[in-house]
């Protein structure tokens, strides 16, 4: 009796995927449950496992090939005799790092870039929770010995667990080329990315883009978090960042102009009385925005919380899609990159996006004296549709008030 391998069905909004990589071959023997091929899709990466215990015996489609739900992938065939022993209890992966130890002590992403860079997990040092091997870790040790992984010091501590934070995004190719080089180097697009690039160019014809801009004085918010830091960490296990306050600013500025927290269907404004805000993390594959539920209930430390695990499940790849799924208005934050002005683009359907830029010690006159605070540019892009321009200024006002008197995020 054979099975078919079939494109499983992720959710109402992911229709189609990619091969990425196939981790058994034909002729494999293989138990129930056990990882045969992973896809990538637009916005997560999941793993088909085997429907019965069998032979691998055909593949259908192979590495690269792009496939739709429910698809054949390939078939298994029921096992006989010795194979069908073999059959009933896991096998081990041919899979580069596909040990139980290597499974626990790393994410998903660092083991696809071993398998990528052909890098022996057991001997690289992890930096995230508990040692953890991430994906800067592995590619750190394919750079280090002409590409050999750097062996971990003997009797060496785990290091300590590293705060979440965003990084740079690496170019495609960081070698310089040899003076005179014309080469050039032709590279597909993930799944995520081509889907970014779609989106992106869909919100520019589809919407009216605008976007309107003010500064924010940010030096009481600055002196708050430093005078309570030390005993916000210790309270609640996390950091005071500045994120928790331009969620409550902007839960505050939507509740006075309700119509950001819209969409459009058809000839209808959809206003929508509940706050799921999206946060924009970057990751290795592209930009994500996990969605913060219900955000107007959380208290400051439960946003940072939630943020600083996003962040962390971006990095590894264990969002899943009802991180991603929704969300009535999204922040994003180019000033972790030193952006000091940009003008975001609108996360269809959504109406608003408020972009955060670098925190620079700036002159400002205050009561006709020159002085030098923190100051940082903000930019609200709004659908011009259905947001008048005067209502996305005095949103943007609303949210600079509130920032700059934090004691009012309490009140409002």
């Not at 992890?126 to 750079?143: C, I, K, L, P």
């Not at 960081?174 to 014309?182: F, H, M, W």
């Amino acid at each position: 009796m054979s099975a078919n391998i079939v494109v499983p069905e992720v959710g109402e909004s992911i229709v189609d995927a990619r091969v990425a990589k196939w981790l058994r071959r034909e002729g494999d023997i293989v138990a129930s449950g056990d990882p045969l091929v992973e896809l990538e899709t637009d916005k997560i990466d999941l793993e088909v496992p085997a429907p019965q215990g069998g032979v691998l015996k055909r593949i259908d489609r192979k590495d690269g090939e792009d496939v739709k739900v429910g698809e054949v992938l390939g078939v298994i065939e029921e096992a006989t005799g010795a194979a069908q022993t073999a059959a009933a209890t896991p096998a081990p992966s041919r899979d580069v790092a596909q040990s139980a130890t290597d499974k626990t002590r790393s994410t998903p992403t660092a083991r696809k870039a071993a398998q990528e860079h052909d890098v022996d997990l057991s001997r690289v040092r992890g930096s995230g929770d508990a040692g953890r091997v991430m994906r800067r870790d592995v590619e750190q040790a394919a750079t280090d010995g002409n590409g050999r992984t750097a062996a971990a010091p003997a009797a060496s501590a785990p290091a300590a667990p590293e705060p979440a934070k965003a990084r740079p995004i690496l170019p495609i190719a960081e070698t310089r080329p040899a003076p005179g080089d014309r080469s050039e180097e032709r590279v597909r697009m993930s799944k995520r990315r081509a889907t970014i690039a779609k989106r992106l160019v869909e919100a520019q014809s589809t919407a009216a883009m605008l976007t309107t801009f003010n500064e924010v004085d940010m030096s009481a918010v600055m002196a708050l978090r430093e005078r309570h830091k030390q005993s916000f960490k210790e309270r609640h296990g996390v950091s005071l960042g500045i994120a928790s306050f331009f969620v409550k600013a902007s839960i505050g500025a939507l509740r006075a102009f309700p119509r950001l927290n819209a969409e459009i269907q058809g000839d209808e404004m959809v206003l929508k009385h509940y706050f799921d805000i999206g946060v924009a993390v970057g990751a290795s594959e592209g930009l994500v925005v996990p969605i913060i539920r219900d955000a107007d209930r959380l208290s400051f430390a439960q946003i940072e919380q939630q943020i600083r695990e996003f962040a962390k499940r971006a990095e590894d790849g264990s969002l899943s899609l009802a991180d991603l799924r929704g969300g009535t208005f999204t922040i994003t934050n180019g000033g972790v990159f030193g952006s000091l002005l940009s003008t975001p683009i609108l996360n269809p359907p959504q109406v608003g996006i408020l972009g955060l830029h670098a925190i620079q010690p700036r002159p400002v006159a205050v009561s006709g004296q020159v002085v030098v605070h923190s100051m940082m540019y903000v930019a609200l892009t709004y659908d011009h549709r259905i947001v008048d321009g005067a209502e996305a200024v005095q949103f943007l006002v609303r949210v600079k008030q509130l920032v700059e008197d934090p004691g009012a995020l309490l009140l409002d």
